[in-house]
């Protein structure tokens, strides 16, 4: 019986924790299977150390810049050993609080990598456990591509976090989240960088207003970048790497970084095996995230969509309640507020403006431009607020870009997710001075009363 369990969990990563502290919440014996550290690609190898390094990229470029504030700050270069260790504390404090919220909510921790071998049976090792529920939370690793071998000279986001210096020259292969991310902290750092993107433009998945204000951004920090344009191969050897492209081109560098996503976590686990069914890795569900078995749920990366860790957070905190009998709202994605973490930070939420022309027919849009609110112009950034409504109706989608907009995303979402039209929105205070009245004066404007804004 010490085996079995209500809810039993192989992943212990955002959704797969998100899940157990939930489900312990509500009443139910939990165990969670992990084979590697609690918290997952989120807490080790993506969010919590990318964003500290994009931090530590933010102090060097405010270092540079003080003169220009009237402080004297000299930039006397970078101690990669020092900013290791910085992004490492940060990483242990919150591991630490995470394995404390873990003992005292009552799960039961297993360590191991764990099989499936029934429907709802996982074994570790030489022990098989077993839940009245099962749910798959095991994530997603850092894609490459069939013509690109690793090496010394091309790393994957993973490696890129453990590099003990700065590239002089780097290119990023691929120019969504991680590549646009990594490639404004490098800069900032000292590094050369090239961003090759196959789509026409940077995040291609944001709204074409956003990434034509990123690559005017990314021109005036010296970030080059090359789009619409695919990658051949690349040659490497001890001292760099060239990178060759499909029209011709060649690039030289000293690292390459293939920043092409993430995929599904699901191999050699024992999934299909046991029923569940896959599509290219993805384990399929419905929208209340069963699988193909009965009482077998999956959450987070494995299932198609936003790979995000608050996404994975939702699914588990869903899938628990649900597991429970409180019938819990399905999280749609287009729901879910997405930053980068770049110079400049984009933030959105909702449908794009194409999008919400093809779901809606008419639509209206504005762009409130950053130049008119003082909290950006202190900050010294450019930008925009884009609000995107149905002709006459709601608020669905905010598309934003500017230094720490990113912190505005919260208001974004309530809009989108609430169904506020901009004249509910136009009726609230923002405080002044504040990037978060941006979102005020969109509003404003939309509903066709402007403040700080022309009509």
């Known amino acids: 019986m010490a085996n079995n369990f209500d809810v039993l ?40 150390p990318t964003k500290a390094l994009l931090h530590a990229a933010e102090l060097a470029d405010s270092a540079r810049a003080g003169a220009a504030h009237g402080i004297n700050t000299t930039f006397d270069g970078v101690d990669m050993a020092k900013v290791g260790a910085y992004q490492a504390g940060i990483v242990d404090r919150l591991y630490r609080g995470l394995q404390g919220l873990m003992t005292t909510g009552g799960v039961t921790l297993i360590q191991g990598r764990g099989t499936l071998v029934g429907s709802t049976v996982v074994e570790v090792g030489d022990t098989r456990y077993s839940g009245t529920d099962l749910v798959l939370a095991t994530g997603s ?31 990023i292969i691929g120019g969504s989240v991680i590549g646009v991310e990594f490639a404004s902290a490098w800069r900032s750092l000292g590094s050369e960088v090239t961003v090759i993107e196959a789509l026409p433009s940077l995040v291609p998945l944001e709204d074409p207003a956003i990434g034509r204000q990123l690559e005017r951004a990314f ?120 930053v980068t973490y770049s110079d400049p930070e984009i933030a959105s939420v909702g449908l794009t403006e194409d999008q919400a022309r093809a779901r809606f027919g008419q639509v209206d849009t504005y762009e409130y431009n950053l130049a008119g609110n003082g909290k950006s112009q202190i900050l010294g950034t450019t930008g925009f607020v884009k609000l995107v409504r149905e002709k006459d109706g709601p608020i669905v989608g905010v598309h934003m870009i500017g230094a720490r907009i990113g912190e505005q995303v919260g208001e974004a979402a309530l809009m989108v997710n609430w169904e506020a039209k901009p004249e509910d929105v136009a009726l609230f205070v923002h405080a002044h001075p504040t990037q978060n009245e941006s979102l005020g004066e969109a509003a404003l404007a939309l509903a066709g009363k402007p403040l700080h804004a022309h009509s």
């Open 219 to 338: 021109r005036k920090r010296g970030i080059k970048f090359r789009t619409g344009v695919r990658f051949s191969h690349v040659d490497q050897n001890p001292e760099g790497a060239v990178v060759h492209l499909d029209n011709g081109d060649v690039i030289p560098a000293d690292l390459v970084l293939v920043a092409v996503g993430r995929g599904p976590a699901s191999r050699g686990l024992g999934f299909e095996e046991a029923g569940v069914r896959l599509d290219r890795g993805w384990v399929v569900t419905d929208q209340e995230l069963r699988t193909s078995v009965p009482r077998v749920y999956a959450v987070g990366d494995l299932v198609p969509g936003l790979q995000l860790a608050h996404r994975g957070f939702a699914h588990g905190i869903f899938v628990a309640e649900h597991i429970a009998g409180l019938e819990p709202e399905p999280l749609r994605d287009s729901d879910v507020p997405r």
């Open 141 to 171: 690793y850092a894609r490459t591509l069939p013509s690109l071998e690793l090496g010394p000279r091309v790393v994957t986001s993973d490696e890129a976090l453990r590099l003990g210096e700065i590239p002089d020259r780097a290119v």
């Open 9 to 48: 969990i192989l992943g212990g990563g955002s959704g797969g924790y998100a899940t157990a502290l939930r489900a312990t919440q509500l009443g139910k014996t939990v165990g969670l299977i992990e084979q590697d550290r609690l918290g997952g690609t989120c807490l080790h190898r993506g969010c919590v």
